[in-house]
């Protein structure tokens, strides 16, 4: 493995050579999606990353769809596999310059040394992380969703005036309380103590389907719930949490992982990619 200070001594020769290449890095994104280092964005071998010419990305383990499909961030599909592989490119990196690694999700955010450059699971943004790890820009705001089951009477369900009708549980103070009473009124919600309570009810029968934000909600309908199903989003992101990239406290490449994203939410591929993963690929639509 190639350490930091070889990499700086190497970038230092680099720039006695040529200036030119190096005053790349310093330029401001401009868009450029090309996959090869422009003069609007940075050139790769000009990052201080972990290994020379390479970026060290880590994910969870196993990794879930919609987030990453078949544990295989490599491919490219789900949400985080190809939003990673969109900021390497404005970063200069080719997809064989992208190497993978497996992290726990508290390892990733607790202090100290990391053997990666960047970490994608589903991080949310808090002043306490921040005393631990950089974040970088939010690439997703999660919005709020109503899941249920297979053989509830909301499954059918694929509008909000389908779902006027239907008993709809949800945490009492949370976001999801305030969208689901928004957009469905109050007349059929049931408040529970806790999303804990509501996923319980829904099991016995007790409400029709309840109103979570979307990554918990892929979570119940794959994981907890017999057949279950995420009916839609609303398109609500008031209050949502916001997912961002983790790097190492104070690392060198955080204000151009940032600037990455900023690009990509900018020209509208971020969107792009949330349509196709967090929508489509999921039969997750926003409910109008």
Do not use: H
Request: with cysteine; proline share 3%.
């Amino acid at each position: 493995m190639i350490t930091r200070a070889r990499v700086r001594r190497t970038a230092a020769v680099a720039a006695l050579a040529a200036a030119t290449v190096l005053s790349l890095a310093a330029c401001a994104f401009a868009g450029s999606s090309s996959g090869t280092a422009t003069s609007a964005g940075p050139s790769a071998a000009a990052l201080d990353t972990l290994t020379a010419g390479k970026l060290t990305i880590a994910t969870g383990q196993p990794a879930y769809s919609p987030w990453v499909e078949n544990d295989d961030p490599a491919s490219k599909k789900g949400f985080e596999a190809a939003v990673a592989y969109a900021v390497a490119e404005k970063l200069g990196f080719t997809d064989s310059d992208v190497v993978w690694v497996r992290s726990t999700f508290d390892s990733a955010i607790a202090p100290g040394a990391k053997d990666w450059d960047l970490n994608i699971q589903q991080f949310s943004v808090t002043d306490e992380r921040k005393k631990a790890v950089d974040f970088s820009s939010p690439y997703y705001t999660t919005t709020q969703a109503v899941v249920t089951t297979g053989s509830s009477k909301a499954a059918s369900a694929t509008s909000i005036a389908d779902l006027k009708t239907d008993v709809i549980g949800v945490a009492s103070g949370t976001t999801s309380y305030r969208v689901a009473a928004e957009k469905l009124g109050t007349d059929n919600l049931r408040v529970f103590n806790s999303n804990d309570d509501a996923v319980l009810a829904l099991k016995s029968g007790q409400i029709d389907a309840l109103v979570v934000d979307l990554p918990t909600a892929f979570y119940l309908a794959g994981a907890e719930l017999d057949n279950g199903k995420v009916i839609g989003q609303f398109d609500d992101t008031t209050g949502g949490d916001q997912l961002a990239f983790v790097l190492p406290k104070g690392s060198p490449l955080t204000t151009a992982v940032t600037a990455a994203v900023d690009a990509l939410q900018a020209d509208g591929t971020l969107a792009a990619l949330q349509k196709q993963w967090l929508a489509d690929a999921v039969n997750a639509p926003v409910l109008n």
